[in-house]
């Protein structure tokens, strides 16, 4: 298992939009939508798990995974799923 952080991380870590309710509402006027840049930055990791802590950061993510067509090379969990794939419950 490689631990692999985002470029943006911690203190500048950059929100996927759904705690502001951009999950909520009609896309904004822009060149693109949060929840596609936090994908991207994800996706650019050359990561095959994406583990998160919020339950609106997993919908963003998934619907970002899909977006980018890479639901069978990414997959999305939960850190408490990860944790108990780790222990085999």
Do not use: H, W
Not at 26 to 38: L, M, S, T, V
Not at 75 to 85: F, G, H, P, Q, T
Request: glycine share 10%; aromatic share 6%; net charge negative.
């Amino acid at each position: 298992v490689k631990n692999i952080e985002m470029g943006r991380n911690k203190q500048f870590a950059l929100c996927c939009g759904a705690g502001g309710g951009q999950m909520f509402k009609e896309a904004e006027k822009g060149d693109k939508e949060i929840f596609i840049e936090r994908a991207e930055e994800a996706i650019g990791t050359g990561c095959d798990i994406i583990a998160t802590a919020c339950p609106f950061c997993m919908t963003m993510m998934t619907d970002g995974i899909k977006y980018k067509n890479q639901e069978e090379k990414i997959k999305n969990y939960d850190i408490a799923e990860l944790v108990s794939m780790s222990l085999s419950l």
